[in-house]
């Protein structure tokens, strides 16, 4: 793409004259049909399952819809997209395609053949323990950090509400208390440690890793080691920690940490949930795979809602993105969002090294519904910032309680949106400005019939090519994350006490008797 045509293209779409979504809607009979569709799949043993998602409460139009297909073609999308599916080196600045769709069946041949294999040797594993093999395993500690952690922590979270085969503790923060809080709910003797790291050499993961052993140790396990599993691309690295090559678990380089929750890293999701499951939740990442390849422009599901994310970040200024997930098992997806969208689109300059001609990744947060609507909403009703909202919530309820319940989340998820967009004015006289909503804030719905283990995997897929479409119209690359190194370069200084720091930094050192 010539910056000259991109400047061209964005421009166009800057100078689009701005419609009230009241305007908009009363427009065009067919908004609705149009801005929503239904992404249906079918899994072996699990059925149909679908999400229905609707855009027409944002501000995209036909005329906007067709400006931001020309960016789609002018920004190479249908290559990139191709790249990304056929191992070609997408991730230019680590010198590596992005291959974690193959972990779920959707890659070149050979990748996918080394995914399967990796995948039967994890099954292997899982299914050995819940036969006994290790003896009795009640307890798994999964120590890992960022994408070796965000990933299982929401997977095990969202799938064992009602059934959990192991129980699973993740444990990220090198704060010594998470570790002992893990340790206060683990009986040792039966106890299993799972290493997740990537590179495995993480100061985090490497530092909790020790303290667990060191742990099985003090309470009467007499072969720490032998309860270690590594989850790791860097499978040397774990031998030389001491871990037998029987219980490491390895997966390719080129599966990035945040896109890691297919590979090996799931192993603490397989363990809790059993492999019939597990392999169900790749099955509906996969079926997300086949929508996102073969379907063009705004029938793209995540290129949709891509031209939504830029036209609200780039267009309409907007600093924030956020989710609200109408179901406790998505607890901690903005969690997980917060770290592929951030991480991997938080950047200033393409995959050519230029500076990007407009703002990057917005900042993603959220929370819960309806706690959320008693806590954070206000903001977003009546405040001065502009927030596109996302809505997730299932029409099948997670819980068994008096259907009342479910009926009134599903209720407020609705009455939500259609307030963001409609405002008023709830005082007697319709005057008072402490009582007026402006309204015409926009949202967007995910409507999924249920939260199973496939349909939590097709939302996880859906986020990850929505974070890679939106990464292509801006022309940067989402598969690296060098923006991380300085901090952990400078823990590194401080921890040696070498190198000149600033007074402030000195002082604090200082005052906490690091120096
Ligand atoms: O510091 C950032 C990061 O590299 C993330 O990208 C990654 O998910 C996390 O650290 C953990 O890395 P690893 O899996 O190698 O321990």
Known sequence: MTSDTHAAIWAKLENAKPQTLEQLFAQDDNRLAKLSQRIEFQIPDHGTNGMLLDWSKTHLDDALLDTFEELTDAAGFDAAREALFSGG?????????????????????????????????????????????????????????????????????????????????????????????????????????????????????????????????????????????????????????????????????SVGGRYSLWSSIGFPVALAVGMEDFTAMLAGAHAIDKHFRESAGRANGPLLAAYADQYYSRIRGCQTRAVFAYDERLALLPDYLQQLE??????????????????????????????AQHAVFQLLHQGTRLVPVDFIASIAPGDELDPAHHKAL???????????????????????????????????????????????????????????????LMGINPFDQFGVELGKKMAKDIDSGEGQFDPSTSALMKAAGLV
């Open 89 to 253: 080196i997408i991730n230019p600045t680590e010198g590596r395609p992005a291959t974690h769709g193959a972990m779920r069946g959707s890659g070149t041949e050979g990748d996918v053949e080394e995914g399967n294999a990796l995948l039967a040797r994890m099954g292997m594993l899982v299914n050995a323990i819940h036969d006994g093999a290790l003896g009795e395993v009640k307890h798994l500690i999964h120590i890992g950090i960022g994408g070796s952690a965000l990933g299982p922590d929401l997977a095990v979270d969202a799938l064992t509400r009602d059934l959990q085969l192991v129980d699973v503790h993740v444990v990220s923060n090198i704060d010594g208390l998470a570790l002992e809080q893990a340790f206060a709910g683990c009986d040792p003797a039966t106890t299993l440690i799972a290493v997740a790291s990537k590179t495995f050499t993480t100061t985090e993961t490497m530092t909790n890793a020790s303290s667990a052993l060191k742990w099985l140790s003090e309470n009467g396990v007499t072969d720490p080691s032998g309860r270690v599993i590594a989850l790791t691309a860097n499978p040397e690295k774990a031998v030389e920690w001491g871990v037998d090559e029987t219980r490491i678990l390895p997966f390719p380089e």
């Open 410 to 472: 599903l209720t407020n998820c609705f009455a939500q949106g259609a307030a963001l967009m409609a405002g008023g004015n709830m005082s007697a006289d319709g005057k008072d400005p402490a009582r007026a909503f402006p309204g015409d804030r926009p949202s967007a719905t995910f409507l999924v019939d249920d939260l199973d283990a496939a349909m939590l995997g097709a939302l996880i897929a859906f986020h990850e090519h929505r974070t890679f479409a939106n990464a292509v």
């Open 342 to 371: 951030m991480e991997s689109n938080g950047k200033s300059v393409t995959a050519e090294g230029e500076p990007v001609n407009g703002e990057t990744a917005a900042i993603t947060w959220g929370g819960v519904g309806t706690d």
